[in-house]
Nanobody
Framework: QVQLQESGPGLVKPSQTLSLTCTVS??????????WSWIRQPPGKGLEWMGA???????YYSPSLRSRTSISRDTSKNQFTLQLQSVTPEDTAVYFCARSLTMRGLWALPSYRPERNEYRYWGQGTQVTVSS
């Protein structure tokens, strides 16, 4: 059973960089054909896909967040990370990591909104609040 667990600070000040880590157990992040995404849900709003890293290190970003987002991985720790720069209170959300097969065609669309059932495994989510 694959399990994902998000970790990171729950409070970030405006203009700072939000950094989160997703630790994966029960499966390797280098297993062929799997993609590892960051998805967030602001209060009262729907899910927003932020970006993904593939089994072979390919990286994909949401068109709307590309300029502020960086995703990387540490295969020795079976972890992947999210950095979101220059945060504002609008970045307050529950942040999830999740696994899927490729959806590069959908991810490239600015209008794409993820559905829960498109991702086989999810972390429990971590609340991040941006506030001074």
């Amino acid at each position: 059973q694959v399990q994902l667990q998000e970790s990171g600070p729950g409070l970030v000040k405006p203009s700072q960089t939000l950094s989160l880590t997703c630790t994966v157990s029960g499966g390797s992040i280098t297993t062929n054909n799997y993609y590892w995404s960051w998805i967030r849900q602001p209060p009262g709003k729907g899910l927003e896909w932020m970006g993904a890293i593939s089994y072979n290190g390919g990286i994909y970003y949401s068109p709307s967040l590309r300029s502020r987002t960086s995703i990387s991985r540490d295969t020795s720790k079976n972890q992947f990370t999210l950095q979101l720069q220059s945060v504002t209170p609008e970045d307050t959300a529950v942040y999830f990591c999740a696994r899927s097969l490729t959806m590069r065609g959908l991810w490239a669309l600015p209008s794409y909104r993820p559905e829960r059932n498109e991702y086989r495994y999810w972390g429990q989510g971590t609340q991040v609040t941006v506030s001074s």
